[in-house]
């Protein structure tokens, strides 16, 4: 069964300069900022996933495109519905010119790191570690540049400067890791921070949020946890009486609030007999979750959730 989500972009689509890339057996779908599934308010990107409805088909082209129509991500998964990264990904900047090359495992990051300048200019050579005990990927800076070409990094140490446009972090590199003091803030969060790195592991964080209240912290973030909740969506969800054959995933999005409350639960991609709906009863029933945290400070986080639905027989 075709997305319905499918048929509405193919109607939209033409005026975004990417309908010619589009088959009938792809799918495509909105994401947002954070790389959630989106909709038609609120979206960055549009996700194609090349030879979505091929039988047999075990690794899928993937690519996400700006609104204007330019690339903004190219690379493969593994999986139709929510992507796994396998291999070689490629980030672009609106204006064509590359952002990050990344190489992927299993969805994690691994090997080499190449960032770049909006204007094209090298601005890191890194590498991403895989860190058997804690299963972790470790990002490693190895060389770094600023802006105007200014080498600040040379094999792993030195300088290191984070300019975003409404980011900022400084301190010393030592053998590829933070080391010592780091400092910063982030305004759309609104907070400063002072971190204390030893042996390439954060030792201690202490924030200040808008209302000068400190916040003490030993991790960076924290994503929003729920207890057994994916079996618990598992087990509760009903499935209402939809015609024999149909199949297919759901999506739902929702916020978890700053008291873990969830809450603008929207659907995204519905099959329609009333399995979006269930969907909303059972996420209300569930209660609240543990929030997120940014720096010791709780932030709200936005989810979006997969459910496979399949009718009896």
């Known amino acids: 069964m075709k997305s319905i989500l499918f048929s509405v972009l193919f109607l939209f689509i033409p005026k975004l300069a990417i309908s010619q890339v589009i088959t009938a057996n792809d ?4 994401i947002d900022s954070l790389y959630n599934m989106g909709n038609e308010k609120n979206y960055k ?7 979505y409805y091929s039988p047999n088909q075990k690794s899928f082209e993937v690519k996400d495109y700006y609104k204007s129509g330019k690339i903004a991500m190219s690379g493969t998964t593994t999986t139709r519905e929510k992507i796994t990264k396998n291999g070689m990904f490629v980030y672009y900047y609106e204006n064509d010119n590359k952002k990050t090359i990344c190489n992927f495992i299993k969805n994690e990051a691994v090997g080499k790191r190449y960032n770049f300048y909006k204007n094209g200019n090298k601005k890191e050579e890194g590498e991403h570690i895989w860190d058997k005990k804690n299963k972790i990927s470790r990002y490693m800076v190895q060389q770094n540049w600023d802006s105007i070409g200014t ?3 040379f094999d792993g140490n030195g300088e290191l400067e984070n300019i975003g446009q409404k980011t900022y972090s400084t301190g010393k590199i030592k ?5 010592g003091v780091w400092i910063g803030y982030d305004k759309n969060i609104g907070y400063t921070f002072t971190e204390t790195y030893e042996n390439q592991k954060l030792v201690s964080g ?5 209302d000068k209240t400190l916040h003490n912290y030993n991790v960076v973030e924290l994503p929003p946890r729920a207890k057994n909740f994916l079996s618990y969506i598992a087990n509760n969800y009903k499935t209402p009486n939809i015609p024999s054959g149909i199949k297919g995933t759901i999506y739902v999005a929702f916020t978890v609030e700053t008291d873990g409350e969830i809450a603008n639960i929207k659907i995204l991609k519905d ?3 009333g399995t979006g709906l269930e969907a909303i009863r059972v996420l209300k029933s569930y209660g609240n979750w543990i929030p997120g945290e940014q720096r010791g400070i ?5 989810y979006s959730l997969p459910i496979a639905i399949q009718s009896p027989n």
């Open 27 to 30: 799918d495509a779908v909105y």
């Open 45 to 51: 990107y549009i996700r194609v996933i090349k030879d």
């Open 151 to 153: 080498q600040k990094v």
């Open 175 to 179: 053998n590829g890791f933070r080391d």
């Open 206 to 210: 202490v924030s200040i949020d808008k």
């Open 271 to 273: 099959l329609g007999y």
């Open 298 to 302: 709780k932030v709200r986080c936005s």
